[in-house]
């Protein structure tokens, strides 16, 4: 049983966490465009020094994936 209940508690911080990130970026998304510019990325510490190593195809904008790989990168530890 105690197993079963580690096992919940983990999903549900898998799921809150993915729905936090999900909620980020819509709320950076200022502009609706299904991306995050330079300026829109300053909103959040931290993601505005990494953005060009997380803009892979060079669009100058962030991409919802891309963006998850920056929350995935928060997430573990370094």
Known sequence: MRRLSVFVAFLTV??????KSQVSFQHLDSDHNHSISYLEAQQLDGLAPVFSDLDRNRDNTLSADEFARFRQQQLTPS
């Not at 898998?14 to 729905?19: E, L, S």
């Open 14 to 19: 898998i799921t809150v966490t993915f729905a």
